[in-house]
C-alpha cells in the first residue's frame, strides 16, 4: 500500500556548491528587488492585457459569473477570434515515450517501431522528438521536476494513468513557478507569468470534500514530503488550489489522425471562456499545442464569447450531468431550457 512517507526514496549524492555566474546573480537581484517593489493593480492590469491585444476580444468582469471574454467589435461568421499558445502542458502518461515533451508531436508508427530516442538521461521519463527539443525544455525540466521524476515511486494500483498526467502537469506548474523567479518577463513564452496563471478559477471548496481529503493524502502530502527530501518546500495548500486549478481549466490535446488523446495543456486566455451548449466559437486544433478559436455566426460588440466544453449534440439530459461532474455546474443556457421543456 502506499504511502506518502518518503523514506523509501533512493538517495542520491549531495549537490556541491557551484560558482554562480554573474547573469545569474542579476536575475536573483531582479527577483528580490521585485519582492521588496512587486507589481502593482494597475501594472498588472496593462501587462494583463498584453495576450489578447492582438485578438479582437477583451476581459470582462461580472459579480456573478467573474471573468470572461466578449467581443471588442462586430465579428462575422468564420473569422479567426482568438489564437493562443499553451502555458503549460503534460504528455498523457501512457503515451509519454510516444510524444514529444516539448512540442508534444507524435509519430503515429512510434507504437510499431519504438519510443523517441531522444530521452532525459537523468529521470528516463522524458522524451524528446529532437535534440533541439530537449535543449528548448531544459530550462522547465532540469531541477525541480526531473528530480522529482528521479525519485518518485508511484503504486499503480493507486495512480492510474489519467492522475499521474494531472500530477505531471501540476509539476511542470511547479518548474515553471520557479524557472519564472530568476527570468525576466522577455524570456518566456507570449509574456505569461505565473501571476497570470493565478487568475484563473481555482475554487477548491466547490469541489467534493471527500474528493479533496483524497486529494490531500495521496498527492498533496507524498508532494510535499518529496519535495522536502529534494529540499524544495512547497505548501499542501498551493498544490492542492494548482492540481484544482489545472483540472479546472485544462483541455485535452489530441492527435487528429488517431483521434487519442496525447497530453493536456492549459491556456491562459481561452481559459476564460465559459460554456454555452450552443456556443457562438469553434474550436481548431492547430500545429504545436495552439489553439485557433473560429466564430460559428455574426457576433455583436459586446457579446460573450462562448465555447462548448462537451459534446453539444448530445441529449440534454447526459449533457448537463457530464458539466456537472466535471466541471462543478448545472448548465441553464438556453438550449438545454428549451430541451428540459420539450
Known amino acids: ?11 542520491h549524492s549531495s549537490t556541491k556548491k557551484k560558482h554562480r555566474p554573474k547573469a545569474a546573480s542579476i536575475m536573483i537581484i531582479y527577483y528580490y528587488l521585485r519582492l521588496l517593489f512587486p507589481e502593482t493593480k494597475l501594472e498588472h492590469q496593462e501587462r494583463f ?11 470582462q468582469q461580472e459579480q456573478h459569473k467573474g471573468r470572461s471574454l466578449v467581443a471588442s467589435r462586430p465579428l462575422k461568421k468564420g473569422e479567426s477570434i482568438l489564437v493562443a499558445s499553451p502555458y503549460i502542458w503534460a504528455t498523457d502518461h501512457d503515451r509519454s515515450p510516444f510524444v514529444c515533451r516539448y512540442c508534444l508531436s507524435e509519430d503515429v508508427h512510434k ?3 519504438g519510443p523517441y530516442q531522444v530521452i532525459c538521461p537523468k529521470c528516463l521519463q ?21 528530480n522529482i521524476f528521479r525519485s518518485w515511486q508511484l ?6 494513468s489519467d492522475l499521474i498526467t494531472e500530477m505531471k502537469l501540476l509539476i511542470r506548474t511547479l518548474a515553471r513557478r520557479n524557472f519564472e523567479k530568476t527570468n ?3 524570456d518566456l513564452n507570449d509574456a505569461k507569468r505565473f501571476e497570470d496563471y493565478e487568475v484563473l478559477v481555482a475554487d477548491v471548496a466547490s469541489f467534493p470534500t471527500d474528493l479533496v481529503n483524497r486529494l490531500q493524502y495521496w498527492i498533496c502530502g507524498y508532494l510535499v514530503n518529496l519535495c522536502e527530501y529534494l529540499q524544495e518546500y512547497v505548501k499542501s495548500e498551493e498544490i492542492l488550489e494548482i492540481f484544482l486549478r489545472n483540472r479546472r481549466n485544462s483541455f ?6 488517431t483521434l487519442r488523446q496525447k497530453g493536456i495543456a492549459v491556456y491562459i ?3 476564460l471562456l465559459n460554456h454555452d451548449c450552443q456556443p457562438n466559437l469553434d474550436l481548431k486544433r492547430c500545429q504545436n499545442c495552439v489553439l485557433e478559436f473560429v466564430s460559428t455566426s455574426q457576433i455583436e460588440e459586446g457579446q460573450e464569447l462562448t465555447i462548448c466544453y462537451v459534446d453539444g449534440t448530445e441529449k440534454v439530459g447526459p449533457r448537463r450531468e457530464k458539466l456537472q461532474t466535471q466541471y462543478l455546474f448545472l448548465c441553464s443556457c438556453n438550449k438545454c431550457s428549451c430541451e428540459i421543456e420539450k
Open 155 to 160: 503504486d499503480m494500483g493507486i495512480y492510474d
Open 184 to 186: 525576466t518577463i522577455s
Open 252 to 257: 485535452s490535446i489530441w492527435n487528429e489522425l
Open 126 to 146: 522524458v522524451f524528446y522528438c529532437s535534440q533541439t527539443c530537449k535543449e528548448k525544455d531544459s530550462p522547465y525540466h532540469d531541477g525541480l521536476e526531473c
Open 49 to 59: 492585457k498584453c495576450w489578447y491585444q492582438s485578438s479582437p476580444v477583451k476581459v
Open 1 to 11: 500500500m502506499f504511502s506518502p512517507n518518503c523514506a523509501s526514496v533512493a538517495t
Open 111 to 113: 507504437k510499431t517501431y
Open 269 to 271: 486566455s481561452p481559459s
